[in-house]
């Protein structure tokens, strides 16, 4: 349950598909708000997800699960916007910016002026370009504004390494770093197992097919079921525990950056402090020369974009 520290806490989530509706249902399971806000521009499958939804409150501590318009999200604690295009079999994240650019910019003219202390957590692809986005017509501050980043993509890294040395994934540290996208990369000089170094157990060829395989996960699951929304579902609630809990976790999110390993303008997933109030700073890890040119391309892959 919510802490009593932070009572009545509500969650707007904005858009009602696959991944929206699985967002609002794993926060409503965890208990993570007193009330959790559904809202669509297609009224019918927001009602029916909410329904759906709302079946399973007598299993669960959540108030209330309920459809809502846009402007109703002017007063939530936390605003989570996964609504959007898809990504489509062979598109990528960046095919899909100026479709959903145009769709970030009029949910929130809809939503008008949001609540001072709220927190904006944005899903929809290209993270990184809308996060950039968001920040600027939000209207709230870059602390409060931030994306998913590589948050999916480290939880995919440290499952597949906890799957190829049989341990549990909480036994692995470390973070996938730069885009949520085709030029992401898996930070290794972060990564732990146990504490040692990921390289005491696996030579650096098997890494880098590992690598690869995480980068393509979402494009696998994709062609098999037509999108992703279980395991973003869950990052996303570990990312609200986080704020609403004031855990001050470290978490590999989307943030604009200003000289952090030599990028700037730009949002990207590195390291950030979360709590209450946003992101409390960019953890100061310095990478190696080799992950500062991954991340440098990354940042330039991004860039072009915005």
């Avoid at 699985?22 to 019918?44: G, H, P, Q, R």
């Avoid at 303008?265 to 709590?275: E, F, I, N, S, Y």
């Amino acid at each position: 349950m919510p802490d009593k520290k932070y009572p009545a806490q509500k969650i707007a989530v904005i858009g009602a598909g696959a991944v929206g509706s699985t967002v609002a249902y794993t926060d409503m399971v965890k208990n993570l708000a007193s009330e959790v806000l559904l809202i669509d521009l297609n009224e019918k499958k927001e009602k029916g997800e909410v329904m759906d939804i709302a079946d399973g409150l007598s299993f669960v501590e959540t108030g209330n699960v309920k459809g809502a318009d846009f402007k109703d999200a002017a007063d939530a604690d936390i605003i989570v916007v996964t609504a959007g295009l898809a990504q489509k079999p062979g598109e990528t994240r960046l095919d899909l910016v100026k479709k959903n650019r145009a769709v970030i910019k009029s949910i929130f003219k809809s939503i008008g002026k949001i609540k001072p202390s709220a927190i904006v957590i944005m899903i929809s692809n290209p993270v990184d370009v809308l996060t950039h986005v968001a920040q600027k017509v939000s209207g709230l501050p870059r602390a409060q504004v931030f994306g998913t980043g590589t948050a999916l993509d480290t939880a995919r890294l440290r499952h597949a390494l906890a799957v190829r040395l049989k341990v549990n994934a909480h036994s692995v540290s470390g973070f996938v770093l730069g885009e949520h996208g085709d030029s992401e990369f898996a930070a290794w000089s972060t990564v732990t197992i146990g504490g040692a170094p990921v390289t005491n157990f696996i030579k650096t060829k098997e890494l880098d097919k590992i690598a690869e395989k995480v980068k393509n996960e979402a494009y696998e699951i994709i062609n098999r079921k037509g999108a992703t929304f279980y395991g973003i579902a869950l990052t996303v609630a570990d990312i609200i525990e986080a704020v609403l809990y004031d855990q001050n976790k470290i978490l590999p999110l989307s943030v604009r950056l200003n000289g952090w390993n030599g990028v700037s303008g730009v949002c990207l997933g590195v390291p950030a402090v979360l709590g209450r109030k946003g992101i409390v700073k960019i953890w100061p890890l310095k990478l190696p020369s080799v992950e500062q040119k991954k991340f440098k391309k990354s940042a330039e892959a991004v860039k072009k974009y915005l």
